[in-house]
């Protein structure tokens, strides 16, 4: 009676209270639907399309069971559910009454159920043809799972060129991996059993498979000097048929069945520039405002770089110095960036000119000898012990810092600032508390 009796929207009960065929259960049928009931469930609610939905798949008798809810409503004011004790199904108007269990619904709970990206469901859970997985569409997207491989979510335009390729009848099987983001956070992909599929805005999406993959992938995948994939692996010209590449942002990766796979970079031309500095915190002199002023400059392996001077500057808390200085322009290549920040007293603003030119060029030279792929630490080392000397003629020492920046990485915050990406852009604070502290700004840019 908790819900009108026959004046509710049930109306009168159709038949007595029987039992289930288990033994257990216990329902009355209604005009409006039915109630059903164990001990472990309690009595709840069932009508409408999701009661015409359990009852098309054998009421308690199926992978569901019984219910273990009232139809409720969703959060949003338009869907509907019942919990059950195998699984749910959900409606909307638009999408009809559909079925959701096992790691799959897990995984859409894990979500935020019909809160998330993907929205309610579209389709049962169905099988695939080849007997092993199941899959649920969404509004915004798939949920596919193997024994094997798990629960996995795939959406956007992404799932558009797996779908594109036969979904998990193509070449790349099942997705082994959610829908993720790569570190630059603007790269998406998802990776499958038979290789991957990489999107951004400026790109697309592409799949890399096989052993242009690896290649890819000892690179650094998209951190490296490649970059992202700008086409699908595609027949190489003149091979007959035989060999495969990819074009990346940054190069192309080469496959033959005797010479295996061929990385081929494109020369990327960048420029490094300091754009300008903030005061975060006054030094604790009484003196009124301070006078900073700093050495910047690259130590490179290519063509020496001419380093900047400030010259001496009057600044209070919270003051903002803007410069357009560029510190290198060439090849992309390993450098290593120096700045040493003085508090002007009595000395010399350029007592140490020539002093900081000579370590610059010290890093040149030690640049120019190395024999390894990577920049030895020592060498960075000994570009701080070097920097950390200019110290005394009359001035404070507020900081320094001497700091290799990667040719990949100089290549990947060009193509960032390319495509608009503010996180080109990167800041080093230097200072101490009694000395003031500064944020200098810098950005790299592809020329």
Request: glycine letters at 14%; charged letters at 20%.
């Amino acid at each position: 009676m908790s819900i009108g009796g026959n004046s509710s929207f049930l109306g009168a009960p159709q038949t007595d209270e029987l039992g289930c065929p288990d033994g257990v259960g216990r329902f009355n049928h209604f005009q409006g639907g039915s109630i059903y009931w164990t001990p472990a469930t309690g009595a709840q609610l069932i009508y409408g399309d999701i009661r015409e939905k359990w009852a098309s798949m054998g009421w308690e008798t199926s992978l569901l069971g019984y219910p273990v809810t009232d139809e409720l409503g969703c959060p949003d004011g338009v869907g509907r559910f019942n919990h059950f004790q195998g699984g749910s199904i959900y409606w909307t108007p638009n999408t009809g009454a559909q079925l959701i269990y096992g790691s799959i619904r897990e995984k859409w709970s894990s979500l935020g159920w019909e809160t998330s990206l993907l929205g309610y469901p579209v389709t049962d859970e169905l099988g695939c043809p080849d007997g092993v997985g199941r899959f649920n569409h969404f509004q915004g997207g798939s949920i596919y799972w193997t024994p094997n491989t798990g629960a996995q979510l795939i959406y956007g335009s992404i799932r558009e060129k797996w779908s594109s390729l036969g979904w998990e009848t193509s070449f790349l099987g099942y997705p082994v991996t959610d829908e993720l983001g790569c570190p630059d956070g603007v790269g998406r992909f998802n990776h499958f059993q038979g290789g991957s599929i990489y999107w951004t805005p400026n790109t697309g999406a592409h799949f890399v498979i096989g052993l242009i993959r690896d290649a890819w992938a000892s690179q650094g995948w998209e951190t490296g000097s490649l970059g992202y994939p700008r086409t699908d692996e595609l027949v190489t010209e003149g091979t007959n048929g035989q060999g495969r590449h990819s074009i990346f942002e940054g190069g192309e990766v080469y496959w033959t069945p005797a010479g295996g796979a061929k990385v081929k970079l494109y020369q990327t031309n960048v420029e490094i520039w300091f754009s300008g500095f903030r005061c975060l915190d006054e030094s604790n002199e009484w003196s009124g405002s301070d006078e900073p002023y700093m050495f910047l400059g690259v130590s490179t392996s290519g063509q020496a770089q001419t380093p900047h001077e400030t010259g001496v500057i009057s600044v209070d808390k919270g003051t903002v110095i803007r410069s357009a200085t560029r510190l290198y322009s060439g090849v992309a290549a390993d450098v290593i960036l120096a700045v040493v920040i003085r508090e002007n007293d009595e000395g010399d603003p350029h007592a140490f000119s020539g002093t900081f030119r000579s370590i610059l060029e010290l890093g040149n030279t030690a640049l120019k000898l190395k024999t390894g792929a990577s920049v030895p630490s020592d060498v960075v080392k000994l570009i701080s012990n070097k920097l950390s000397e200019l110290v005394g003629a009359g001035d404070d020492d507020v900081g320094r810092r001497a700091e290799l920046l990667t040719k990949d990485n100089l290549i990947r915050m060009a193509r960032q600032a390319e495509s608009g990406d503010p996180v080109a852009d990167f800041t080093w604070d230097l200072g101490t508390n009694s000395e003031g502290i500064y944020r200098l700004y810098f950005f790299v840019r592809k020329v």
